[in-house]
């Protein structure tokens, strides 16, 4: 299995512009959680899904983020507009599938976000 | 609600030596319980976990971790460092019964000196 996809891997855009990461998770797993990581916070959850609906967004900062899983094999982040303190790694993440559930997430190798 | 803490935001051990990182939690009942490591510019990866059963619990590339509920604290222990354990290193907790949602530690940086 390929593991959990992120793209891009870095991306640099200026502040105002619209950014949107993507992510594929495993395919057979039915839980995919978005994670934002940076010197100050650490690990944040964000929003998560479950069969592709979303269960908790708390932890979305602001009404700037979204998230959304059209499919099983899918899922985005935006951030509209983009703001130099959104710099930071986000993760996707996944877990589930036809085996018992075991809990352990399964990361992407991430995205760098830096927003000038 | 779930808390994980790392007191230890760095460590610094010399090859060979043993290693202990403490993770402290908080929740109302028995929880998931891991430990992942982050290399530089990776995702996390997960080195062990606890979900029942015996209290001590073996990972990959030789750590171990001991849950104790008296202490609420899941410490990371390896006998014998080596170089390449250079990382860090994540506590995380989760809630049974949930969607495996997990909160994490903020971390601790591991340094291995020669």
């Known amino acids: 299995d390929a593991g959990v996809i992120q793209s891009p891997r870095h991306e640099v855009t200026e502040m105002g512009q619209e950014v949107t990461l993507r992510c594929k998770p495993i395919s057979g797993h039915n839980s995919l959680f978005w994670y934002r990581q940076t010197m100050m916070r650490g690990l944040e959850l964000l929003i998560y899904?479950?069969?592709?609906?979303?269960?908790?967004d708390s932890g979305m900062p602001e009404d700037r983020f979204s998230a959304k899983m059209p499919n099983a094999s899918f899922s985005t982040l935006k951030i509209q507009p983009s703001e130099p303190r959104d710099s930071a790694v986000y993760f996707c993440?996944?877990?589930?599938?036809?085996?018992?559930?075991?809990?352990?997430?399964?990361f992407g190798e991430g995205s760098r976000l830096t927003v000038l | 609600a779930q808390s994980v803490t790392q007191p230890d935001i760095h460590i610094t051990v010399s090859e060979g030596a043993s290693l202990e990182l403490r993770c402290n939690y908080s929740y109302g009942a028995t929880p998931y319980l891991f430990w992942y490591v982050q290399s530089p510019g990776q995702g996390l990866q997960l080195l062990l976990k606890y979900f029942s059963g015996d209290t001590l619990v073996q990972g990959i590339k030789g750590f171990e971790a001991e849950f104790k509920r008296s202490q609420s604290s899941f410490n990371l222990r390896k006998p014998s460092v080596h170089w390449s354990d250079a990382a860090e290193y994540f506590c995380?907790?989760?809630?049974?019964?949930?969607?495996?949602?997990?909160?994490f530690g903020t971390g601790t940086l591991l340094a291995v000196q020669p």
């Open positions: 995380a907790v989760g809630a049974r019964g949930a969607t495996n949602k997990l909160i």
């Open positions: 993440a996944t877990s589930g599938g036809q085996v018992r559930n075991t809990g352990e997430l399964f």
């Open positions: 899904f479950n069969n592709n609906v979303p269960i908790d």
